[in-house]
Structure formats: C-alpha cells, structure tokens
C-alpha cells in the first residue's frame, strides 16, 4: 500500500506548437525528417524483454512515395502469439500488485518524452508513413497522445478516489482490480495516438496487453515502443506483434485467459470480432466475460440552417472533410445546405480548395498528402468514376487521382440531387465529400434524413445563428453523433473536453479520453468491514 495519499499532477492539454517559419520545432522536425527518410528501421515483434525478428518480413513506404523504402518489420508466427500472451500472463503477477502510483509514474514519463526529446521523432515517423502534414502530426503524435496519457492518470486517482459511504461500526471501501486475465488491442493507421492509448490505458489500470498495431503504422508503433521502453514500463506488460490478424485474433480469442478487446479500425472487422467472442462464450472457452470496446466506421455529417454565415461552413467543409486526405473517422464526409447559401459556400469552398497544395509532407507548404495505400486509393478511384458518368450526380470539386508515385486523390467535391446516392451513404475514408442541396423550407425534413440515412453515429455538426433552430437540430440528431458540434466542423476532438466515441454502428462509446473509458478496464471489489461483530442471532423483532 502506498505511504501517503497522492496527488498526481494537474492534467493540462499539452500546447499545440506551430511550426511556423523560423521556429525551432520546425527546423527539428525537418531535420528529424530527413534523416529518418534517408534511413531504414528494422521494427522487430516485443515480447517480453526480447526484440525478435523472425525473417518474415515485409517493407515500410511512405505512400506519398511508395518506391521508396525505409524499413522492414517482422511478422509473426503462431508460436509468437502464444508466446506473447503467455509473457503477458507472467508479467501480470508483478504489474498488476504494482503500486498504482509507481504505475502512473511510468506513463507520466512517457508523457514528458514525447513532449520533449521525442517529439521530433514521433511526429516524423508519422508524418512519412502515415503521410501526415506536420500540423496534423502534430495534434495526433505528440498532443494527443500526450493528453491521453497524463489525463488518464488523473482519471484513475479520481476513479480511486470514488468510495462508497460507510455507516456505525462499519468501514465500506471500493478497490478496483484490473481484469482477470489479459487484453487484445488492435489499433488503426490514422492515429499514432489511439495506438499509443488504446494498449497503454488498459495498462495503466494494472492490466496486461498484447498488441496488434495497423501494418501501416508500423513506423511510428516501433517509436511508441521505444518511449513506454525508456519510460521504465516493465518487459512483458505491453507486448507488440504484427503479422496475419486472422491468425493473430483466432489464437488470442482461443485462449481462456483473453479478458478484453480495446478496438478501433472497421465496422465489417468489429462485428466479426464480437460474433466470435459471442460464440466461444457459448462453448465455454472464457474463464470470465470479455469486455469488448470498439470504436469503429461513421459517415459524418454538417448540416447548415439557411441562418448559418457561408464562410463558416465552407471553411469547416474544407477542413472536416480535407485534412489528412479525409482520413478520419470523424471527416466530414456528407453535408446538407440550404439553397439560399449553396452559392456562397460553393464559391468559397471552390477557392479554398483550388489554393491547397499537395505532396509530400516534408514540403510544410502542403495542405494534402497521399491516402495510406493503394486499395483505398482505388477504391476512391472507383467511386470518383462512378460520379462522373452519374445522372444524379456530378464532380464540381477536384475528381483527379494519381498513383504513379504516391497514392495521391484530390480533393473532390460531388454535388448529388439524390440525398441516398452512394456517396452519401457509403463511408469511403478519403478526401471525397459529397454534397447535397436543399429547399430552405425542407429544413424538417432534412434534419430527420440526416439522422436515418446512416447506420452509422460518430460525429456531426450544425450551422446555424438561429438558437431555435440549433436547438431543434441538437433533439432531432440526439442518436446520430456520438460527439456533436455547433458551429464547428465535426472533427478535432480533444482529450478532457470532448470525450470521443460514437454509438449504433460507430462502436460501443466507451469515451476515449474520460474516466468513462478506464472504468472498461477495471472489475471493481467492495470490501465491508464489520469492527465489532454481532454474536447473537435474533434480531429485535424476535423479542416477546
């Protein structure tokens, strides 16, 4: 137990630097850059205190230039799996009696790395294999993850702190163990950050994990690694492996000891996930119930009321549905504009566009970047082709790709007269926005086809300087956006002041970035104490 009652420090978001010219993050980052660019890394399975490579390996490319090479990593085995998760178990016996705050000393550290002598590193890594700008690198690889991990730290002491009453004679106390067991994390290409927090959350709870980064994020997962290693995290607590997720899942759901799945990637993928949990729990593999947290697909919204002022909402299109190529789960991907408007934002959103640069994000002059890879390029490709030759919709924005040296896909703009043509409806995860034109009086019902054209519900925003109609807006879409914005474009979340997750079929909305997320990661134990013990049976009421 530990020798006081510790206040941790204060959580504070973590200041998003510029990188303006002249500044000096910017000339470290560029310098960082080239000569990781100029370099090759060799990402190895961590399984323990081990790094191992097995030989089976494939190349890293940045896809804004996917000739060029600048690493390997190993995939693994069945063995390697097996070996992880049983590292992981024997890990648990030390890491999970470790006083917690030893516990959050550790990932504390791992904060102030990245904040100071890594920051260079990770956003670098992120900016040439995930193809990044800078500023988006920025609010991703360095300040969220940073946020993530000094705010759940605050959020376990005041989860700790949470006690039950206690009354006369009686002392009631609340503990909160970690899960019975270990944890699977899968995370996905387009945050550094969610693959830093959805294994390390687990972990600060006293749990152990086993995780699976995205093929594509191989780069900056081995960055992750190397901080929570210099940080102090002990062998064995966090282990990475990379290779075939079938094979790698099959094994980890197979085990009795799998005690949850912190997620985030595809709906498709989700649901298989959750089918299998569901149908080992029938056949009684589990010593205990799985907790399953997922965050996953949305077909994200911005709906202006006809009061709403032109260059707000093109400039949020223009951001929403543009940086990091749209490949956000939170992009903004359909949009709703009253006729009376459409003109102005059309014209301003045009001009935006037309001004952003593309290419790689060494140039800090490009707004856009390549898409991750060459199936989503072509599956881009596919729809922007489709809107060409439609009758009910047409390309009045961009509509160009081009992969001859990276997977590059303009920024397009579809205008559609059909509020279900597939663009509205489909989630594409590119820089693909399709928009659909209203009569100003149809606003009612515009704002019920909003909430029923999608199965999805992540994020979604409002434009309006009508309060009455904000507020009608912010009833009728209640169900269709995990986190809503008014006058604001619906992605950006920040850890601490919008908890992020959605619901239907965006996943369980379990709030990264709230206590609410850490409390998925504890089995909480009440302990009465009784100080001086009855030693009669009867009761008063038995009295003659």
Same mark, same amino acid.
């Given at each position: ?37 100029? =370099? ?69 550290? *791992? ?89 390390? /959350? ?63 990637? /595809? ?48 400039? *949020?299109? *223009? ?10 789960? =939170?992009?903004? /991907? ?134 009455? *109609? ?75």
């Amino acid at each position: 137990m530990p020798k006081g009652i510790y206040n941790v420090p204060d959580a504070i978001n973590e200041p998003v630097l510029s990188y303006a010219p002249g500044t000096k993050e910017r000339e470290q980052v560029l310098a960082t850059f080239k000569e990781m660019y100029n =370099s090759t890394v060799d990402v190895p399975l961590y399984i323990g205190k081990e790094e191992i490579r097995t030989g089976k390996t494939k190349t890293i490319n940045p896809p804004f230039d996917h000739k060029k090479t600048v690493g390997t990593y190993h995939e693994a085995e069945k063995e390697h799996v097996e070996k992880a998760i049983s590292t992981a178990l024997e890990a648990r016996k030390a890491w999970a009696s470790m006083k917690w705050e030893q516990r959050a000393s550790i990932f504390l550290k *791992a904060a102030d790395l990245i904040a100071g002598p890594y920051r260079a590193k990770i956003n670098a890594a992120t900016m040439i294999a995930q193809a990044k700008t800078v500023h988006q690198a920025e609010i991703d690889a360095a300040c969220e993850f940073i946020d993530f991990l000094r705010f759940n730290v605050e959020y376990m002491t005041q989860l700790y702190a949470e006690q039950p009453v206690s009354s006369d004679g009686i002392w009631n106390r609340m503990e909160h163990r970690p899960l019975e067991g270990f944890i699977y994390a899968i995370t996905p290409f387009n945050f550094t950050a969610i693959a830093g927090n959805l294994p390390s /959350s687990a972990a600060l709870m006293g749990n152990v994990v086993v995780w699976k980064p995205s093929p594509h994020q191989m780069y900056s997962a081995n960055v992750v690694m190397e901080v929570f290693k210099l940080a102090g995290l002990p062998d064995g607590v966090i282990n990475m492996v990379s290779g075939d997720a079938a094979m790698i899942s099959d094994i980890v759901f197979e085990n009795p000891d799998f005690a949850g799945i912190h997620y985030t990637g /595809s709906t498709a993928v989700f649901n298989a996930i959750w089918s299998k949990i569901g149908q080992n729990m029938g056949k009684g593999i589990y010593k205990t119930y799985p907790r399953i947290v997922g965050e996953t697909g949305g077909k994200d919204f911005v709906i202006a009321h006809p009061s709403s002022n032109p260059e707000q909402v093109a400039t *949020a299109l *223009a951001r929403g549905a543009f940086e990091f190529q749209g490949q956000k789960c =939170s992009a903004a /991907s359909r949009a709703y504009i009253p006729k009376s408007i459409w003109g102005a934002v059309k014209d301003k959103l045009t001009k935006d566009v037309a001004s952003m640069k593309m290419g790689s994000p060494e140039d800090l002059s490009n707004f856009l970047s390549s898409v991750i890879h060459e199936g989503s390029f072509d599956k881009l490709a596919k729809y922007i082709d489709n809107a060409k030759g439609a009758k009910d919709a047409e390309i009045i924005i961009g509509g160009n790709y081009d992969k001859s040296v990276g997977y590059f896909v303009d920024a397009t703009v579809i205008e559609t007269t059909n509020p279900h043509y597939e663009t509205m409806e489909t989630e594409l995860f590119g820089p693909v926005l399709t928009v659909y034109v209203y009569e100003d009086e149809k606003w009612d019902e515009t704002l019920e086809l909003v909430d029923s054209t999608s199965p999805y519900a992540l994020t979604g925003a409002v434009f309006s300087q009508d309060r009455y *109609a904000i507020e009608q807006a912010t009833k009728a879409l209640e169900n269709c956006a995990g986190n809503f914005y008014i006058n604001d474009k619906p992605t950006g979340a920040v850890v601490g002041q919008q908890p992020f997750g959605g619901a239907r079929l965006s996943g369980t909305n379990d709030k990264a970035g709230s206590i609410l997320n850490l409390l998925r990661w504890v089995s909480p134990r009440t302990i009465k104490e009784t100080f001086v013990p009855p030693t009669d049976y009867r009761y008063p009421f038995l009295g003659e």
